[in-house]
């Protein structure tokens, strides 16, 4: 396939599957530890234990992180975080390239990170996810939103969470349905202000007809080296 060029200041969808489809995700520790890493891999600041944060995560459902690392992740970071889903074999993202070569640098740490870690926990050998991960530049508004739509309407395909993806825990749907849970570590505005609220953004994914209204021609994996 052709590769795409990434260009600072615009957005991109980035996805990704386990090797032969296979689960990516084991226990409640794997999600929560990738769901660290795409949250606080955004800028080059370095975390010692990650094992910490995740354990913090699942006594009382945050990261303890201080807050003086986090605005100096937020102040140096590559890349911006608009929107993310994780289902068992795959994951979803919307991402701004803020610097050259940001979102490469990016999911080349979380990707590498996470194998390591998913390896030597399970025992395991060689690639957990399949090749490269894919990117696809959003062209416009209207793309944008609907992607937006179309990934939280993804969870659907999870066991238990259909008609309650707005829920779910992996995901940022319930930070544009209710609070943002992360502050600017989801810069969710550019979509959140073109709606009134929470509910109204709901009503437009619930409506939006997602997987019909998207062009799947342009959603066609692009693999980045």
């Not at 409640?28 to 769901?35: A, S």
């Not at 590559?78 to 994780?86: G, Q, T, W």
């Not at 969710?188 to 953004?201: A, R, T």
């Amino acid at each position: 396939m052709r590769k795409i060029k990434i260009i600072e200041g615009e957005y991109y969808h980035i996805f990704n599957r386990g090797n032969n489809k296979q689960n990516i995700f084991s226990d409640n520790r794997d999600w929560i530890r990738f769901l660290f890493l795409v949250l606080y891999f955004q800028s080059p600041v370095s975390f010692e234990n990650l094992g910490r944060p995740v354990s913090y995560f699942v006594k009382h459902r945050v990261f303890n992180i201080n807050n003086q690392i986090t605005e100096k992740l937020i102040a140096n970071r590559y890349v911006e975080l608009i929107c993310f889903a994780f289902i068992p074999n795959h994951f979803h993202l919307i991402i701004r390239e803020n610097k050259e070569n940001g979102i490469s640098q990016y999911m080349q740490r979380i990707l590498n990170a996470y194998t390591k870690y998913f390896n030597t926990k399970y025992q395991k050998i060689g690639h957990l996810f399949q090749g490269p991960f894919k990117a696809v530049h959003i062209e416009s508004n209207e793309q944008l939103l609907h992607l937006s739509a179309y990934i939280h309407r993804n969870l659907r395909e999870i066991k238990d969470w259909k008609n309650s993806e707005h829920l779910y825990p992996f995901s940022s749907y319930q930070d544009y349905f209710q609070k943002n849970r992360w502050g600017k570590l989801l810069e969710n505005g550019i979509i959140m202000d073109q709606f009134s609220s929470g509910e109204d953004y709901k009503k437009f994914t619930d409506k939006s007809g997602t997987k019909k209204e998207i062009d799947h021609e342009n959603l066609l994996p692009v693999f980045i080296d």
